[in-house]
């Protein structure tokens, strides 16, 4: 049982910052791609940036996070991060980390072509 170990959720408000991280296990970490997704209730799971931990380290990022958040990867540790800077209320959600991309491989930010998801941490950013 492959199991992704997310840690660094919280609250804070409005134009702060928080960092999660996501532990894989190394076979699991550094299979292709690592990525972040987030969901809210009563929405669909978005991906937010993903990181190809296999090779290059190549970042992809939704549009509307790209200058405030920042993937990166620690290959000595198996671990990814999301540095979340700036964040605004609408960043408030469950953030998943997910690992192993089946297929579609040019579009990384896609939720349901990812085998294993840890079990979320959750981001609330007040106004």
């Known amino acids: 049982q492959v199991r992704l170990v997310e840690s660094g959720g919280g609250s804070v408000q409005a134009g702060g910052s928080l960092r999660l991280s996501c532990e894989a296990p190394k076979g699991t970490y550094n299979r292709n791609y690592m990525t972040w997704f987030r969901q809210v209730p009563g929405k669909e799971r978005e991906g937010v940036a993903a990181?190809?931990?296999?090779?290059?380290?190549?970042?992809y990022y939704r549009d509307s996070v790209k200058g405030r958040f920042t993937i990166s990867r620690d290959n000595a540790k198996n671990t990814i991060y999301l540095q979340m800077n700036s964040l605004k209320p609408e960043d408030s959600a469950m953030y998943y980390c997910a690992a192993d991309l089946l297929r579609g491989w040019s579009k990384p930010l896609i939720p349901d072509n990812y085998h294993y998801w840890g079990q979320g941490t959750l981001v609330t950013v007040s106004s």
């Open positions: 990181i190809l931990t296999a090779n290059s380290g190549s970042t």
